[in-house]
């Protein structure tokens, strides 16, 4: 058993090193086809601009081999454990850790975390409580899902929660929203992915949000209540003419994702977290057995 | 729309005055790269900065650098932060220094606007993220100052086609980012009122 479970950790950490500098090199092809859409319908000359830009930007990394965006941001992994994987939670996050600093150090990478009051660099991209993990715990199965999503912090900035009342309703859900990211402008490097939060409490909505900036661009939230919000925000935001860049144009964000949770009576909270058009991520299937499967689309 | 090909630093402030806000920009020469806790130093802690900054363009970054001997770097990677956190050194670094060129992301707030059209200056929009297509035009890192602020220094490369840049702001009193803000507020107005 405890041979098994230090084979594990070595495979995860392998996994997590290589997730995170692939995350950074190469993008996801769905947010490639978004991104081209995106330059496709723009109308706006300094859009357009922006868009293409970023087109050439892409080919660049894909062929220098070099980092998408120099923020190689804070390590977020999303983790689906299953139920038989022989290998403790506490022992998964120690070889996240572990495979964050190795990458940072081999690469290496520029290494953002401090300490949130002396600012103090902490180490390579880990510190107390770095990296951020989110977790889900699957029965029956016996699998490991990882998933890293390096998240840059001028989107990072761009995070706002709103306690609405519940007689604010819907509606109130959207205006926030829309005035979130209309006060952006340009600075969370849009056209990118607005995560929604809806519902639990303060901390949970902001999870949730985190969770939205996850999914493959374009999915829709199974409940087919938030599916519909999901396709309106989403109309509604590329009406506001902010553009890539906040320069102005048809394009200001590529998607809007909404994860939900039910929530008290009197509660209608609402956060919104901001994945820039750089939105990197990169999965790893780990087997019961310890076999990866590297897949840039989960 | 115009497209320019501007040699920084600059010496006749015509070149900076003929630039509109929305016009396409590519720069040639030297480019100064600073951010937050360099300006900090310049300006709240009062020390001079040991490169000349007259006629300058100033890039908001804190480049991926790795080391090749005694304040000798290559570059790595280079992109562009946010730049709307430090507009407050906007108005000195004009007046004390003579700087005519701001680059970076996401822009200035409207307070920009009023030094820059009163000290000749420009703000450069660049395309955040797109740091790979950027470390390509910067051709090298020629000098380092205050390596202890390491990755904030003060910067000097040498760049070649480093662009396409959108003037946001220009030294007329013109700001894309004040107009696309004030349009898509009043869109928000009717899309609320459609609730």
Redesign the interface.
């Not at chain 1, 070099?66 to 506490?90: K, M, S």
């Given at each position: 058993m405890s041979t098994v479970a230090t084979d594990l950790q070595g495979t995860v950490e392998d996994a997590a090193a290589y997730l995170y500098v692939w995350a950074l090199k190469d993008i996801p092809q769905d947010l490639r086809d978004a991104l081209a859409a995106a330059r496709d319908r723009e109308t706006s000359?300094?859009g357009k601009?922006?868009l293409e830009?970023?087109h050439?930007?892409?080919s660049?990394?894909d062929s220098?081999k070099?980092?998408?965006?120099?923020?190689?941001g804070i390590a977020v992994y999303h983790c689906r454990v299953g139920e038989g994987f022989a290998l403790h939670p506490a022992l998964i996050y120690d070889a996240l850790r572990a495979g964050t600093a190795r990458a940072t150090l081999e690469h290496?990478?520029?290494s953002n975390a401090v300490h949130t009051i002396t600012r103090e660099n902490t180490g390579p991209n880990i510190g107390y409580r770095l990296p951020i993990v989110h977790w889900e715990f699957v029965t029956g199965w016996d699998g490991l899902d990882v998933k890293c999503v390096p998240k840059?912090s001028?989107s990072e900035?761009m995070s706002f929660l709103k306690m609405c009342v519940p007689a604010d309703g819907v509606?109130g859900i959207?205006?926030f929203v829309?005035?979130s990211i209309?006060g952006s402008?340009?600075?969370?490097?849009p056209p990118g992915i607005v995560g929604v939060g809806i519902g639990g409490s303060a901390d949970y909505a902001m999870y949730l949000a985190k969770e939205a900036i996850m999914r493959p661009i374009g999915t829709r939230n199974v409940d087919p209540l938030v599916a519909q919000l999901e396709d309106e925000l989403y109309g509604?935001l590329n009406?506001?003419?902010?553009?890539p860049?906040?320069?102005?144009g048809e394009v200001t964000v590529l998607q809007c994702h909404i994860e939900h949770a039910d929530t008290h009576m009197t509660l209608n909270p609402v956060a919104v977290n901001y994945q820039?058009?750089?939105a990197r991520r990169a999965s790893a299937h780990i087997s019961a057995a310890g076999e990866i499967e590297y897949d840039r689309e989960a | 729309m115009t497209v320019h090909e501007l040699r920084f630093p600059i010496k006749d402030e015509a070149e900076i005055l003929k630039l509109r806000a929305g016009d396409e920009v590519i720069v040639q020469g030297h480019i100064i790269g600073i951010r937050d806790r360099t300006q900090i130093r310049i300006f709240d802690e009062g020390v001079e900065p040991p490169i000349d900054l007259a006629g300058a363009f100033l890039l908001h970054t804190a480049p991926n650098v790795r080391k090749v001997g005694p304040g000798r770097y290559e570059k790595l990677c280079i992109g562009t932060t946010t730049s709307a956190r430090m507009v407050r050194f906007t108005e000195p670094l004009g007046a004390q220094y003579g700087v005519r060129g701001i680059c970076g992301k996401g822009g200035f707030p409207d307070e920009a606007i009023e030094p820059m059209q009163r000290l000749g200056m420009v703000y450069f929009a660049i395309v955040g993220g797109a740091a790979a297509l950027e470390t390509t035009q910067i051709e090298e890192i020629e000098e380092v100052a205050w390596e202890e602020l390491m990755p904030e220094c003060l910067w000097k490369f040498r760049v070649k086609d480093f662009g396409p840049l959108t003037v946001g702001i220009d030294a007329h009193g013109n700001s894309l980012y004040h107009d696309v803000q004030a349009a898509a507020n009043e869109k928000l107005k009717e899309i609320f009122a459609r609730f």
């Amino acid at each position: 058993m405890s041979t098994v479970a230090t084979d594990l950790q070595g495979t995860v950490e392998d996994a997590a090193a290589y997730l995170y500098v692939w995350a950074l090199k190469d993008i996801p092809q769905d947010l490639r086809d978004a991104l081209a859409a995106a330059r496709d319908r723009e109308t706006s000359v300094p859009g357009k601009r922006v868009l293409e830009t970023i087109h050439r930007n892409i080919s660049i990394a894909d062929s220098e081999k070099n980092l998408v965006c120099q923020d190689t941001g804070i390590a977020v992994y999303h983790c689906r454990v299953g139920e038989g994987f022989a290998l403790h939670p506490a022992l998964i996050y120690d070889a996240l850790r572990a495979g964050t600093a190795r990458a940072t150090l081999e690469h290496p990478l520029r290494s953002n975390a401090v300490h949130t009051i002396t600012r103090e660099n902490t180490g390579p991209n880990i510190g107390y409580r770095l990296p951020i993990v989110h977790w889900e715990f699957v029965t029956g199965w016996d699998g490991l899902d990882v998933k890293c999503v390096p998240k840059g912090s001028g989107s990072e900035n761009m995070s706002f929660l709103k306690m609405c009342v519940p007689a604010d309703g819907v509606n109130g859900i959207k205006r926030f929203v829309l005035e979130s990211i209309v006060g952006s402008g340009g600075k969370p490097c849009p056209p990118g992915i607005v995560g929604v939060g809806i519902g639990g409490s303060a901390d949970y909505a902001m999870y949730l949000a985190k969770e939205a900036i996850m999914r493959p661009i374009g999915t829709r939230n199974v409940d087919p209540l938030v599916a519909q919000l999901e396709d309106e925000l989403y109309g509604l935001l590329n009406e506001t003419g902010i553009g890539p860049m906040g320069l102005g144009g048809e394009v200001t964000v590529l998607q809007c994702h909404i994860e939900h949770a039910d929530t008290h009576m009197t509660l209608n909270p609402v956060a919104v977290n901001y994945q820039c058009w750089a939105a990197r991520r990169a999965s790893a299937h780990i087997s019961a057995a310890g076999e990866i499967e590297y897949d840039r689309e989960a | 729309m115009t497209v320019h090909e501007l040699r920084f630093p600059i010496k006749d402030e015509a070149e900076i005055l003929k630039l509109r806000a929305g016009d396409e920009v590519i720069v040639q020469g030297h480019i100064i790269g600073i951010r937050d806790r360099t300006q900090i130093r310049i300006f709240d802690e009062g020390v001079e900065p040991p490169i000349d900054l007259a006629g300058a363009f100033l890039l908001h970054t804190a480049p991926n650098v790795r080391k090749v001997g005694p304040g000798r770097y290559e570059k790595l990677c280079i992109g562009t932060t946010t730049s709307a956190r430090m507009v407050r050194f906007t108005e000195p670094l004009g007046a004390q220094y003579g700087v005519r060129g701001i680059c970076g992301k996401g822009g200035f707030p409207d307070e920009a606007i009023e030094p820059m059209q009163r000290l000749g200056m420009v703000y450069f929009a660049i395309v955040g993220g797109a740091a790979a297509l950027e470390t390509t035009q910067i051709e090298e890192i020629e000098e380092v100052a205050w390596e202890e602020l390491m990755p904030e220094c003060l910067w000097k490369f040498r760049v070649k086609d480093f662009g396409p840049l959108t003037v946001g702001i220009d030294a007329h009193g013109n700001s894309l980012y004040h107009d696309v803000q004030a349009a898509a507020n009043e869109k928000l107005k009717e899309i609320f009122a459609r609730f």
